[in-house]
């Protein structure tokens, strides 16, 4: 059993910032991938960032040079440092990791006003 839990969302004005965290914890070998991907409402999920065991990042294009994922081995913990923050990345995010299934966190909302 696997479990992921999610902090670190909440409201921010246009231009803020949010670091979202994600612990896993359980039945856990190795962790390959972690990610963050989020879903907006009547929109498909999508990937955020994500970030290879040996520390290669990829992030979406909307998200390019504003945010920055990150990881913590040690702790099983991947962080997403959100900077200038705007309304159209309102979402929830979810965390996902690959040990070497798939697994989610519950979702975590972020909320941009302009």
């Known amino acids: 059993q696997v479990q992921l839990v999610e902090s670190g969302g909440g409201l921010v004005q246009a231009g803020g910032s949010l670091r979202l965290s994600c612990v896993a914890s359980?039945?856990?070998?190795?962790?390959?991938?972690m990610g963050w991907y989020r879903q907006a409402p009547g929109k498909q999920r999508e990937l955020v960032a994500g970030i290879t065991g040996g520390g290669r990042t990829t992030y979406g294009d909307s998200v390019k040079g504003r945010f920055t994922i990150s990881r913590d081995n040690v702790k099983n913990t991947v962080y997403l440092q959100m900077n200038s923050l705007k309304p159209e990345d309102t979402a929830v995010y979810y965390c996902?990791?690959?040990?070497?299934?798939?697994?989610w966190g519950q979702g975590t909302q972020v909320t941009v006003s302009s």
């Open positions: 996902n990791i690959v040990a070497p299934l798939s697994y």
């Open positions: 359980g039945s856990i070998f190795s962790i390959n991938a």
